[in-house]
């Protein structure tokens, strides 16, 4: 077992101009394009009282973004050639904690300031970031390309244009943070409201779902009280507008992803509720502390909306047996094998049986010298660790009934063999696959330790991994002349600890071995998600 890579913790480089990239071995031409990733900034703040801040858990670190671009081979340039720029994202934010001391905005760990006053509390979570200044929220989790409904600075637009012409920033709430797709300068922000008035509520998932064929985007809006209202909302990638698809109270729930099939959309309201129906939040001021302690008694619902032009609203309920989750992997339909006029809908996701997950992710937790001796950071706590799992949901009726329906769960994986920060062709999101490819959380290391490529039909996995490298979320990128599902590369930033800089990975898909890397000059900190853009 090692420690983890601790430059990817604290990282106060910016390359604000692009850089070209030393490659060794051969990128493949069809990565030609632009990969967007999210990263991290530093993690002690000096302030004007002479004071240090300093970030506490993992999900709270100051917010970088990166930006690779892969150029296509030239007569000039026979090899892919790649550029790399990156920038803070949340300069006004730290500013504040320059001038203040304190941060003033909901986190997900952080402790708040005791000196807030219950009015600043409550504008922060009902307002989530009242600020109009785009580097005055720290946004760091998912990016999404022409976000439709929305211009490039995050005011209301009904018709996309061709090529990138936004790049937005998203997390666990209703906040858009919109970027230059070129310089990662904020131009903007946003909320909810700008797509449709009835999204009022302060909390979302930070995975909205894309549909593979039309670019149509669905995601839920979560008004907070004494029960909470989700409303699942559709934006139409032809005409910007927002429709809301259902309207369901339940108690308020920390969800993080959902699911999209063929014909519904799929909320899973796993155990991680809220104490005082989100109402903790405004004596915590983050989300660890705010929810409830976890309940194995308690059933995960599972919410299933017909997403089709009928507009049946919500039509379906189940429950399962308790787990909570960070990230859906994919969801399908199939014939049901109990009655041929209906179909079952097959969803996959990388299951905790608890929330130790969330504390194990303090920073303390993770880098300690000493792990096994902490309940959180101990990597053979097998409690922290995440399983695939998939759960069936069984002939979906036509109606909403009275009573919800069993969820069965068909398999488990062993914990910690991933794979977490998931990924798949997109070719077969919505539809019945064989490959996912993830990072790994086997032990060998306190924090993520490799990448897995999963077989859903063997059952068997093959895996990268070696000393002192630490890989983020891979990528995956389409051969267009494959017909094969895993025909294609995964790209992924590799932070190497020995010799104390990233580059940018990139496996073959079929084998998971090395065919070119493009090293960076200097450190990418450990961020969550990126989106890869192909030239057109």
């Known amino acids: 077992m090692t420690g983890p890579n601790t430059q990817g913790f604290d990282v106060r480089h910016q390359e604000l101009e692009p850089t070209e990239l030393s490659v060794q071995g051969k990128i493949p031409p069809y990565c030609a394009g632009v990969l967007f990733r999210n990263g991290l900034g530093p993690r002690d703040i000096q302030t004007d009282k002479q004071t240090t801040y300093r970030v506490s858990h993992w999900f709270d670190y100051f917010a970088q973004v990166h930006r690779f671009q892969n150029y296509a081979p030239t007569p000039e340039h026979l090899q892919v050639r790649v550029t790399h720029n990156s920038r803070l994202t949340c300069d006004g934010v730290i500013r504040r904690i320059q001038r203040t001391g304190y941060r003033g905005e909901i986190t997900f760990g952080a402790k708040y300031d005791p000196c807030m006053s219950l009015f600043q509390k409550a504008q922060s979570i009902f307002k989530a970031f009242p600020q109009t200044v785009p580097d005055q929220v720290d946004i760091s989790v998912s990016l999404n390309i022409n976000f439709p409904g929305l211009s490039a600075t995050g005011s209301k637009q009904e018709m996309p244009g061709s090529g990138i ?187 905790y049986d608890n929330l130790d997950v969330l504390k194990r992710f303090y920073i303390e937790n993770i880098m300690s010298d000493s792990a096994t001796d902490l309940h959180y950071g101990n990597p053979r706590n097998y409690r922290g660790r995440g399983a695939f799992r998939r759960f069936r949901l069984p002939a979906i009726p036509e109606v909403l009934g009275s009573k919800a329906l069993p969820a069965e769960l068909i398999f488990s994986m062993g914990k910690g063999l991933g794979p977490e920060l998931p990924s798949i062709s997109p070719r077969v999101r919505g539809r019945k696959y064989r490959y996912v490819y993830g990072v790994t959380d086997s032990g060998k290391s306190v924090f993520l330790d490799g990448l897995v490529k999963h077989d859903m039909i063997t059952q068997t996995s093959v895996y990268w991994s070696q000393q002192g490298q630490t890989a983020s979320e891979p990528i995956f990128v389409a051969d267009p002349e494959s017909t094969d599902e895993d025909g294609g590369v995964l790209l992924s930033v590799v932070l190497d600890g020995i010799r104390g800089h990233s580059y940018l990975l990139v496996l073959d898909a079929k084998t998971m071995m090395e065919v070119g890397r493009a090293t960076v000059n200097g450190v990418v900190g450990f961020g969550f998600h990126g989106v890869h853009v192909r030239e057109e």
């Not at 302060?202 to 039309?214: E, M, Q």
């Not at 063929?262 to 915590?284: D, K």
Request: aromatic letters at 12%; one cysteine or more.
């Open 165 to 351: 012409q936004t790049l937005c920033n998203c997390t666990d709430n209703s906040t858009f943070q919109m970027l230059d797709p070129q310089t990662l300068e904020p131009i903007g922000v946003a909320d909810q409201t700008a797509l449709h008035p009835s999204l009022k509520g302060p909390l979302s998932a930070a995975h909205c779902k894309t549909d593979p064929v039309t670019g149509d985007v669905y995601n839920y809006n979560l008004d907070l009280g004494v029960t909470g209202t989700y409303r699942v909302f559709h934006v139409s990638r032809a005409t910007g507008k927002t429709s809301i698809l259902a309207t369901f109270s339940h108690a308020a729930v920390y969800v993080h992803s959902l699911f999209l099939t063929e014909h519904y959309v799929v909320l899973c309201l796993w155990n991680a509720r809220f104490r005082a129906g989100g109402m903790s939040l405004l004596w915590t001021h983050n989300f660890v502390d705010a929810l409830a302690e976890y309940d194995p008694t308690q059933h995960s619902t599972w919410f299933v909306v017909d997403r089709t032009s009928g507009g049946r609203g919500l039509i379906a309920r189940y429950e399962s047996d308790p787990f909570f989750c960070f990230h859906t992997i994919n969801a399908y339909e199939e014939r049901s094998s109990t009655d041929s006029s209906k179909v079952d809908i097959l969803a996959d996701i990388c299951a």
